[in-house]
């Protein structure tokens, strides 16, 4: 055996099994798509796992310098004519139907076409199925060339004015990742100058007047039923009615659709069919379908159609289709088709007539052929195509529901949202394809909000969540907004907070797109409000980024004084201090502190009579404010109003044990004992005041106060406050401790009569030496009674005299210092 393979030889190394098989049949996690797009002055990031962000557009950031500021340029004659293309619904599969001339409609191309290349708008009306669509492709090829923009080609089934214009303004400009705001839009919109045909329009009085305003040098030609309302007065609009076909041109047209000549009992059998429907085309584009059914049933199995089942299939003759048959042909047709063709029409019922594209018709089905029934269903003339789809004909839905077709109408559409939630999501589906298959999205989503089924509403926030990002990034605004509510509504439904709060989000960052800050203010603030229960901290920021920009763009302030993102308070305004993050207290008089001395201590005084004055601030916000803020301020900062007061009360209970203990170390030291009625002598001291040297042994400084000498304890040097209160100056001056900051003395004080020469330390009374030059009416003696000073808080008014001493306590000692809130 040759083992040179084997060890450090010359064989090949073995490949790891990592390399080989990475997840044995689990599919690797792909990353979220994010798109970013430009709205207006809002560079707006989609994405599907936190929610969308905004923020105003960076320079040089998101997209490509410079693409956001020049002009969107236009496109080609030829890249129109593909942008069209794409939006014509698909070809179908399977047998193609008889293509049917235009019959009796010359008189009315010829006058559109005559008016159009005059640049007049013309509203042109009738009934449902009468040629409006047929008659808009011959105008459209004919008015080719008489616009600079070419021919436009939009529908209006399902659409607002708004959304109209942005279609018109896609197919115009090159902008593909740029939506601009309403007054872009509209300055964009005034230079396209363009045939545009509009078909299926569902408004009209001013709506369709404020459509025609926003693009005057367009020349429109919009297609109505009689039952839309009709233009205002003042539009210009020029009315074309068309009616039904006559009797010569319907039987014609039946016998095209048979492509044989009518027998004798098939043309009476038209005749009366044509009475019947007034000549609508529809009817007789069905009933050719009937007779060439008809004509199949009665041929050979063998030489049958395929398509055809071969259940149905009989010998002999076959009697012609009944009157009623004929005026509603929906469900003789549908009983003739094949089975994938009727459980194709029983999910267009649960859409609301919306057809599936014929891409989803086998996964829908369970058919890998189901994809050709919707060219079974074009032929028989149950489908007319709408935009870039395909729906059910005029009267087909409700001669379907008649006939049981509406049974499993629930189950359906909760089969075609399973399936659309698994495709929306998947990575391979662009947010174009998407937005090609919104009006069957939305159908699904719709069908399963009421709830009634267990499941439903979980199924249908799963939809959502997974369609709305796509529509989003499609700039399909109208089914985002759509998908959002509905989303959110069954998310409600199914107790998904997490969902909900998703969809409150979108709903916010939509609404500011838009211009409607107090709907994202309130949308976001929800949002906001279930993901900070959830503890879902990205999510709570990035709402909390967006609810910034609503903010700053109505200018109106953030409730609580907090920013909206809750990470720093902004710089203070008008050189004002900046307001602490919880936002501005409720100011707490503090009335047991005494007030800051010249040595800092603080002692105990007796309430004042006057009342305390508080300071706090009031700020008027701009623009009138917010409503409720006072409401909100002290809901919001709560929590900082109990630590402020918990704050006040423990300085407070502090500095008492600070000074109780001060005084209670103290009682026993001579020097710090002061005696009634002392004051500062010249007589004692040969170099002037004691106060001007410090005695031996004191640890005061010159000029302070509460010491004295230790050697006489009977001696008090100048600027020692007596226990009465006054204070003495160098001068020989009684410093009056009873004058406010304001300059008004304190009515607690007596003007003394009879000044005392010189005190005796057995004077009954505390009484001060006045200056032999100083008045006696002009020095006011304290009363033993308000023997503290009293002094507003500091809160109040700021002390006028800091190198004045500090109050004496009750027992005469001099407090420590403690801090002052």
Avoid at 95 to 108: F, I, S, T, V
Avoid at 450 to 476: D, K
Avoid at 552 to 573: K, L
Wanted: hydrophobic content about 35%; proline content about 10%.
């Amino acid at each position: 055996m040759d083992n040179d393979s084997f060890g450090e030889g010359a064989g090949q190394a073995r490949t790891p099994r990592e390399a080989t098989t990475p997840d044995f049949g689990q599919s690797a996690p792909t990353l979220a798509r994010t798109v970013q797009l430009v709205s207006g002055d809002f560079l707006l990031t989609v994405n599907p796992v936190d929610g969308s962000e905004i923020e105003p557009c960076p320079p040089g950031e998101g997209l490509a310098a410079g693409e956001r500021t020049a002009p969107p340029a236009r496109h080609s004659a030829a890249e129109r004519t593909e942008l069209q293309r794409a939006a014509q619904p698909p070809l179908p599969a399977g047998p193609a139907a008889p293509r049917l001339p235009l019959l009796e409609r010359d008189e009315e191309r010829r006058r559109l076409v005559r008016l159009l290349g005059r640049g007049r708008s013309v509203r042109l009306t009738g009934p449902a199925g009468s040629g409006r669509s047929a008659l808009l492709d011959t105008v459209a090829q004919e008015c080719a060339d008489l616009a600079p923009d070419g021919v436009v080609r939009l529908s209006g089934h399902r659409r607002t004015p708004t959304e109209l214009l942005y279609e018109l303004y896609a197919i115009v400009h090159k902008a593909p990742q740029h939506r601009p705001d309403r007054a872009g839009l509209l300055t964009l919109v005034r230079d396209i100058g363009a045939i545009v045909l509009l078909d299926d329009l569902e408004f009209g009085g001013a709506a369709l007047g404020e459509l025609l305003d926003s693009a005057p040098e367009c020349a429109f030609l919009v297609a109505a039923t009689p039952d839309v309302a009709a233009p205002a007065a003042d539009s210009h609009l020029e009315e074309v009615f068309l009616g039904g076909l006559g009797r010569s041109a319907s039987l014609e047209l039946l016998q095209r659709g048979v492509d044989r000549p009518l027998t004798e009992d098939e043309a009476n059998w038209a005749g009366d069919l044509w009475f019947e429907s007034e000549g609508l085309p529809l009817r007789f584009v069905q009933a050719g379908a009937l007779l060439r059914q008809c004509d199949a049933l009665r041929t050979d199995p063998e030489d049958f159609d395929p398509y055809m089942p071969a259940d149905r299939v009989e010998g002999g003759d076959i009697p012609l289709p009944s009157l009623a048959e004929g005026a509603a042909p929906a469900a003789l047709l549908a009983s003739r088709l094949s089975k994938s063709a009727r459980e194709t029409l029983r999910f267009a019922v649960a859409l609301g007539g919306e057809v599936p594209h014929q891409a989803h018709l086998p996964a829908l089905v369970g058919d890998t052929h189901a994809d050709a029934a919707v060219g079974e269903l074009m032929s028989c003339g149950l489908l007319t195509p709408v935009g870039t789809r395909y729906r059910l004909a005029a009267g087909v839905i409700a001669q379907l529901t008649e006939k049981g077709y509406a049974t499993d109408a629930a189950a359906h559409a909760h089969t075609a949202a399973q399936h659309y939630a698994w495709w929306a999501g998947h990575p391979s589906v662009t947010p174009e394809r998407a937005v090609a298959e919104a009006d069957a999205v939305l159908a699904a989503l719709t069908a399963l909000v009421p709830g009634q089924e267990s499941g439903h509403p979980s199924t249908a926030v799963l939809l959502a969540r997974s369609a709305a990002p796509a529509f989003a990034a499609g700039q399909h605004w109208s089914a985002w907004e759509k998908t959002l509510r509905v989303g959110s509504e069954a998310a409600r439904l199914a107790g998904e907070v997490a969902e909900e709060a998703y969809f409150h989000h979108e709903l916010g960052v939509l609404a500011l797109c838009n211009g409607n800050l107090d709907r994202a203010r309130a949308e976001l603030e929800a949002s906001i409000g279930m993901r900070g229960a959830l503890a879902d901290k990205r999510g709570t920021v990035a709402g909390r980024r967006a609810l910034a920009l609503v903010t700053d763009r109505s200018g109106a302030p953030v409730p609580g004084g907090r920013t909206p993102a809750g990470e720093e308070v902004p710089a203070a305004r008008h050189e004002e201090s900046a307001s602490p993050p919880g936002g501005v207290p409720a100011a707490v008089p503090l009335t047991g502190l005494g007030r800051l001395s010249g040595l800092g201590s603080v002692g105990l005084r007796k309430p004042s009579d006057e009342p305390a004055t508080t300071v706090s601030r009031h700020e008027t916000p701009a623009g009138g404010g917010w409503p409720g803020r006072g409401r909100s301020l002290l809901g919001g900062a709560r929590r900082n109003l109990v630590a402020a007061g918990a704050g006040a009360l423990l300085a407070a209970v502090l500095g008492t044990v600070v000074t109780l203990g001060a005084t209670s170390d103290n009682n026993d030291v001579p020097g710090n004992k002061v005696r009634n009625g002392q004051s500062a002598n010249e007589d004692d001291s040969q170099n002037g005041l004691d106060a001007d040297v410090p005695a031996d042994g004191s640890t005061s400084r010159p000029g302070g106060g509460g010491g004295g000498d230790p050697k006489n304890p009977d001696k008090v040097t100048p600027g020692a406050p007596s226990s009465s209160g006054v204070q003495s100056t160098p001068g020989g001056r009684p410093a009056s401790s009873s004058a406010t900051p304001e300059g008004r003395p304190s009515t607690s004080g007596r003007p003394t009569t009879k000044p005392t020469p010189k005190p005796s330390s057995s004077s009954p009374g505390p009484t001060a030496t006045p200056s032999p030059s100083s008045s006696t009416s002009s020095t006011p003696s304290t009363s033993p009674s308000s023997s503290t000073p009293s002094t507003p808080d500091s809160a109040s008014a700021p002390v006028t005299n800091s190198s004045a001493p500090g109050a004496s306590g009750p027992s005469g000692s001099s407090a420590a210092s403690s801090p002052v809130i």
